[in-house]
């Protein structure tokens, strides 16, 4: 009995030893970890301290990119970076804020390039339209962002949209199409028949017409706009054969199927019938 009571004393003093020993195994590794993350965070402020303190991440050059309607001069006064900042202590996002207070601003990404080299890429925005509300002109974009009011330094030449309010919360997908098909009149070098476009007329029942400076009054109603004007180049390719292209030209391309040609101004003489498509006219 006496046996078996001083074996379980042994069995209870070695369970209290082993978990002695368990906490004290744990409690040192837990102060090792601590340890180390201390002497890691210390190393990280300390490097983190000589970048930030260093001269040789001075910024020394500026670049400044994709600007058309802006200067680079305009932008480095909108940044408001001092000269030899440390190019690693600037901030991004306030930098940004700035330049993009400017309305023709769209996009802006700053990008470092180390050691001492800041870039600001900016996207500007593409005028294709103005719009006049309240006796005041605006600018619009290619997204329907009306984004600034037209000023005297502004050299542009836009057609005017007009037959809507450009306040309204939701706007008709004619409109969309309108900026689309003008942005492409624009940037395409297909549509130089044309001239250029001095309005753009929209109306909720008849569609879209546009009016140019070649004395073209074009109604095309409220699809396809890019199919109906690659007709009408064919249309005033054959009048100008059979010498009817001149003068100011009324043309109705709403139903491609029956392009309609009228002459806005008394003719001088009936014109003689010709072999080929006729048009009324």
Known sequence: MRLRKKVSLEARKNRLFRRLAGALGDSAGAFALLAAAALLGSVFIFVCSF?????????????????????????????KVR????????????????????????NIYIGRELPDRLVLDIRERRPVALVKEDGVFYLIDCDGHVFKKLSQGDDVDLPVIT?????????????????????????????????????AHLDGVFGLS??????????????????????LKIVLADLEKRGMGHGRLFVDLADISKVT??????????????KGPQYRI
């Not at 008394?266 to 010709?274: D, L, S």
């Open 261 to 274: 040609v009228q002459r806005m101004e008394i003719p001088g003489k009936t014109q003689e019938r010709k």
């Open 83 to 106: 000269p030899h900042t440390n190019i690693m202590g600037i901030n991004r996002e306030v930098i940004a804020a700035r330049v993009a207070a400017n309305p023709w601003v769209k």
């Open 210 to 231: 546009l009016l140019t400076d070649r004395g073209l009054y074009l109604k095309l109603g409220r699809e396809d706009f890019s199919g109906k004007l690659n007709q």
């Open 51 to 79: 970048v930030l303190s260093s001269p040789y991440f001075a910024i020394k050059e500026i670049a400044v990119r994709g600007v058309r309607e802006l200067t680079e001069k305009e932008v480095l006064s909108l940044a």
């Open 163 to 199: 037959g809507m309010k450009i306040n309204v919360a939701e706007k008709p997908l004619l409109y969309a199409d309108t900026l689309k098909i003008l942005e492409q009149l624009f940037t395409s070098g297909e549509y130089g028949f044309l001239g250029t476009v001095s309005e």
